[in-house]
């Protein structure tokens, strides 16, 4: 199963938007609605930020949304915070019970 | 409240197999639609995911190593353990052991990491 290909870097100013994009195919991204984000900081796990395409769980902020469009999925963090630098990776189901992890971003917060 | 704890070796010779145990609260593994994964991230690089334990036993291993895992659990002790054959330096990296919520796809908790290097 191949990486989901994300784009290596993105930045913004405090309070500004970035947006996050994660390309995969229709065997994974674009045949289910089961794409999640997680952001990282360094030395730290993973935390969940985004699961099922849009959802947020508890305790996540609203800055951060998700959408999916075809084989493309994308996090969006808005009013960006000093915080929010950090690396996000996105996942994906992509059938016979496995997933699929995206390539990674790192988001620099200017 | 939900907590994963990973413990191992971490220092292992090429060749030699790795052993890491997930120890976890706040959750059985009998609960219906609820897995434990163990997912791996070299120094540096992505995300990798390697193997998961279902509530009913069933068992799913990255294709790519799957001739070199083996995972399986222990629900009175709520432990996970996965073992990997024949390490090599390129299997150096922190292993994560986390919870897999199975109907919807998503990692929801995640342990702090093992460290595992592969030198001689």
């Known amino acids: 199963q191949s990486a989901l290909t994300q784009p290596p870097s993105a930045s913004g100013s405090p309070g500004q938007s970035v947006t996050i994009s994660c390309t995969g195919t229709?065997?994974?991204?674009?045949?289910?609605?089961?794409v999640s984000w997680y952001q990282q900081h360094p030395g730290k796990a993973p935390k969940l930020m985004i699961y099922?395409?849009?959802k947020r769980p508890s305790g996540v902020p609203d800055r951060f949304s998700g959408s999916k469009s075809g084989n493309t999925a994308s996090l969006t963090v808005s009013g960006l915070q000093a915080e929010d630098e950090a690396d996000y990776y996105c996942?994906?189901?992509?059938?016979?019970?496995?997933?699929?992890f995206g390539t990674g971003t790192k988001v620099t917060v200017l | 409240q939900v907590t994963l704890r990973e413990s191992g070796p971490a220092l292992v010779k090429p060749t030699q197999t790795l052993t890491l145990t997930c120890t976890f609260s706040?959750?059985?593994?009998?609960?219906?639609?609820?897995?434990v994964s163990w997912i791996r991230q070299p120094p540096g690089k992505a995300l990798e995911w390697l193997a998961r334990?279902?509530?009913?036993?069933?068992?799913y291993y990255n294709t790519s190593l799957k001739t070199r895992l083996t995972i399986s659990k222990d629900t009175s002790k709520n432990q996970v353990v996965l073992t990997m054959t024949n390490m090599d330096p390129v299997d150096t990296a922190t292993y994560y052991c986390?919870?897999?919520?199975?109907?919807?796809?998503?990692?929801?908790?995640w342990g702090q990491g093992s460290l595992v290097t592969v030198s001689s």
């Open positions: 986390v919870r897999l919520v199975v109907e919807d796809y998503y990692f929801d908790y």
């Open positions: 706040g959750f059985s593994l009998t609960t219906s639609g609820l897995s």
């Open positions: 334990i279902d509530w009913d036993d069933d068992k």
């Open positions: 229709s065997s994974d991204v674009g045949g289910y609605n089961y």
């Open positions: 099922e395409v849009t």
């Open positions: 996942s994906s189901y992509a059938g016979s019970n496995m997933g699929v």
